[in-house]
């Protein structure tokens, strides 16, 4: 007699955008006058860039001829993506990864979701509170948490890590000491960073205790100020501890093509095994490699004017993100974020919840936003906005705003 | 203090196609002047048929325009596609499946892999012997089997179904009822395939002890006899107890495109609970969606001149089959498969174990096949060739055979 895994029936009900996309449908359907904005779910909107595009078709055409086609990829990801990533991601950052420390992928959401299941299921892991929902959800999925606390709104067995104005919304050391710690900066979804000193902190933190750091940089080519690290292998000793997982989504566009990339450090080893072994025989029996086309579109984005156009995108979204957070603060709001992220991450008015805030602002601004609380309860009184609509809509938003 | 999930360390060294690979080039490097014939891998060949690549053409001029640019995909896959394999590849056959019932990924070896998740660990399952080894060694990784045991060349706690020519190589109900159980037919490796009525036996046996069945029907599309069954939904009563696993690598040749899909109907239930949710779930957390230009390739692969030229590459490995399969069997070998499959399954002459047959055929003919016994125990004295090279290649393979 087959039997469930239970472990999934200890998720509570829809998942945030599910939720949100409905309040909208209703919302859009009562009153099909209004021109709802959406800065809500963190997709982009801009085109992908013209010579990434030229790759694209460039493969397509090898997908075509006999002489050039390609078939299966290699699991761990094409040499020539690889390389590239080693060399502009890290090589050029002074970060000692090579090519083969690198495993290409469809996506850091698979990445992020699927990399829990290298380690035993009576890890303890340890999120910030607030947080993007994978972490905690995949390892709700794979028993590694007790049950959800309707009060508490977590799930038992889980160490969650307040992030709120009150410490600059860096975690601060747990009482009790996590195995595995997820990490994730620039932030989803408050927007804000995590200084060099402070990962070195976290970094020294993880060796004294044996714990692993999975490191979240997805947002990583948002970064406009000094000593914010891009990578946490800046950080000494992050070689033995951590995992970065990297994403192409927000640094080209990718959300719609797929492609990221996790990092693991040959000599990072668990209870004398490295983790590379692992990771390496997890892409070799469930994962089959990304597209090759998909590959020469992510080793585009290192070209020179690839770069060049990819910088030019990043630059409009941030734009945006200064358009939303100063247009907030001179209305008054308390805003975070939004220099080194697309997010920007604004304390509601008047201590209205993080839903009632939603409400309010759909209904009297047809805006779409996100409510904090969704992504945990230290994100209650706190709501998300992002910077990837085009910027007529960011400058209508705004104004709409004023006339709240 | 961070632990590794110690169910990695069951699995035996070295995946059988990387042994290959490394056996090959030790050959081809002291050869250099041999000329190798791959019939290994089951890797296609063929480009990727004309009418897909202009789809994919114009969904990469889309994401390159930001009027018609895609984001994220919806999770479970974009309508036309879904709409497109319900209509074609079920509703044809009178099998009553949904779109909503299609779940589009970025491949079969990742659902295949990724499946099991959804059941208990303490389901125990039965798979073919010889088997497509993602089966088993994906439930190794979970946790749900015991140790290898080196001498029987088994897990403890899987349930091996031999199948061999005593029996057809269809497999026979277990002395032990399993949970789930892994069937793939036509079959890889052996070529083979099941009939109607055997299938509805597995069918009524799995209603009858709660079991669920895991479908793999990837070479579907090779089928060219009657009465042999395209979907499982084609038997009596397997809605309520059976998932479909379809790949379009070996279809359309998208083996470096990745793209399949799974079949869950939503009567499907366990213990009242519909694995439709438990599966909609999984990818909503730990999935984004299959590239939006490659799910428009799938759907050309079902437009009329895209059935046409794909048909016409299925024309093709079949008639490499044929010359494999009759090749054979003029030299006095005992082969099988190949008809209703891209594979051919030979019996090793002589006695020969199916690496000595591997050591024989590379150093006397310079063509690269697979042992058998790298799919289990009972494909031992056995050997694959595939139909997936060239014609040119696959009658020199031939000659070579003949002067064997």
Redesign the interface.
């Known amino acids: ?6 472990n ?2 200890k ?1 509570p009900g829809s ?1 945030l955008f ?1 939720t949100i996309a409905k309040k909208v449908k209703t919302y859009g359907e009562a009153n099909p006058d209004k021109e709802i904005i959406r800065l809500g ?1 963190g ?6 860039a ?1 010579d990434i ?1 030229k790759a ?2 460039a493969a ?2 090898e ?4 002489d050039t ?5 290699p699991d761990l990801g094409y040499d020539f993506l690889r390389h590239a990533i080693a060399e502009f991601d890290f090589k050029s950052r002074g970060c000692d990864i090579s090519e083969d420390e690198i495993f290409v992928s ?2 850091a ?2 990445d992020c ?2 990399i829990q ?7 303890v892991i340890a999120v910030c509170d607030p947080v993007y ?2 972490y905690v ?2 390892n709700v ?1 794979a ?1 590694r948490t007790g049950k959800y606390d309707d009060e508490l709104k977590q799930f038992k067995g889980v160490i969650y890590m307040p992030c709120t104005k009150e410490n600059d919304f860096v975690p601060e050391f747990p009482s009790e000491v996590p ?2 710690i997820y990490l994730c900066f620039p932030n989803n979804p408050t927007g804000t960073v995590i200084k060099k000193n402070q990962l070195q902190a976290w970094v020294d933190y993880a060796l004294k ?4 750091i999975l490191y979240d940089a997805a947002y990583e080519a948002y970064i406009s100020e000094e000593d914010v690290p891009h990578s946490i292998y800046e950080c000494e000793g992050a070689y033995d501890c951590a995992i970065e997982l990297r994403s192409f989504s927000k640094t080209a ?1 990718f ?4 492609l990221g990339y996790t990092v693991i450090p040959k000599r990072l080893k ?2 004398g ?1 490295a ?1 590379w072994d ?1 990771w390496a ?2 892409h ?11 590959q020469r579109a992510g080793e585009a984005v290192y070209s020179e004017e690839g770069r060049k156009q990819i910088t030019a995108q990043i630059a409009y979204y941030m734009e945006n993100a200064k358009l939303i957070l100063n247009g907030l603060k001179d209305l008054g709001y308390e805003a975070f974020g939004g220099v080194n992220a697309p997010y920007i991450w604004l304390h509601t008015p008047d201590g209205m919840t993080s839903w009632e805030f939603f409400d309010h602002l759909l209904e009297k601004a047809n805006v779409v936003g996100t409510p904090g609380v969704g992504f945990g309860p230290h994100g209650e009184n706190y709501f998300r906005l992002t910077a990837f609509g085009s910027r007529e809509n960011t400058i209508k938003a705004m104004e709409r705003f004023k006339a709240l």
Chains 1, 2 share one sequence.
């Open positions: 007699m087959a039997k469930i895994n239970n999934y029936l998720l998942y599910s779910i997709d982009v909107t801009q085109p992908i013209p595009i694209l078709h397509v055409d997908m075509g001829n006999a086609f390609r078939g299966y990829a469809d996506g959401k698979c979701g699927n299941e290298i380690f035993s299921t009576d890890n929902p994978v959800d995949s999925m028993g195995d595995l205790n044996g714990s692993v566009g959300t719609g093509l797929r668990v209870d095994t983790l692992l025989r997890r070799g029996t469930k994962y089959n490699g990304a597209p090759y086309i998909v």
